[in-house]
């Protein structure tokens, strides 16, 4: 190993095992170092140089350290775990927040729609209403002036009936007057028709 004799370390690997450390091993119980175990020694043999401290002691200083280390790393990784559920709850609830948002302006389209389809069911029956009142209006107009038609030829009618009837009675009325003026003669021409016989009878 780098630096350190084959006796040291196995002595530091002893004195780290009694401390709780632990080794990957083969099948037939020899030790496997990874480079964590290379980076664990070298630390022990720096230790070592630096102070009086036994080996021993010191295995376990290094055994609490790792712990806490490993602890440390992993409350890390259950806060970046808890921070990745928060993050995750958070980006949940902004959806939930974004898919609420969505459906109300949904509800508000759908309600839209709705008004519109309502306002275009009232311009249609308005239009329907419109048209039937035009035809009536048509209807009431025509049969008006059929009527005025029909009460002026009845009129015309009438009138000419009168007319027609005074002219025949004021004909009869002349025929009677004549016929009355033939056979009954004033006194006037009567006195002449006289005289005219006298007169033929003198010169006789």
Do not use: W
Not at 16 to 29: D, I, P, S, V, W
Not at 37 to 63: H, N, Q, T, Y
């Amino acid at each position: 190993m780098v630096d350190i004799a084959e006796s040291t370390v196995r002595k530091y690997a002893q004195a780290l095992e009694k401390a709780g450390y632990r080794f990957r091993k083969t099948e037939n119980g020899s030790r496997i170092y990874t480079d964590n175990d290379v980076f664990v020694f070298k630390e022990v043999k720096s230790l070592s140089k630096k102070s009086a401290v036994p080996v021993e002691r010191m295995a376990k200083m290094i055994v609490i350290n790792q712990k806490q280390k490993i602890q440390s790393e992993a409350e890390g990784e259950t806060l970046k775990q808890v921070q990745s559920n928060q993050q995750e709850s958070s980006d949940i609830t902004q959806y939930d927040n974004r898919f609420n948002e969505l459906m109300n302006q949904l509800d508000k389209l759908n309600m839209m729609e709705d008004i519109v389809k309502e306002l275009r069911e009232l311009n249609e029956l308005n239009r329907q209403l419109t048209e039937r009142f035009q035809e009536q209006e048509i209807f009431i107009k025509e049969s008006l002036e059929k009527r005025d038609r029909q009460l002026m030829k009845s009129l015309n009618q009438a009138l000419e009936i009168r007319k027609a009837r005074s002219e025949a009675a004021m004909a009869e009325k002349e025929k009677q007057k004549g016929f009355f003026y033939v056979c009954f003669p004033k006194n006037g021409n009567k006195n002449k028709k006289t005289e005219l016989i006298v007169n033929r009878h003198s010169k006789i």
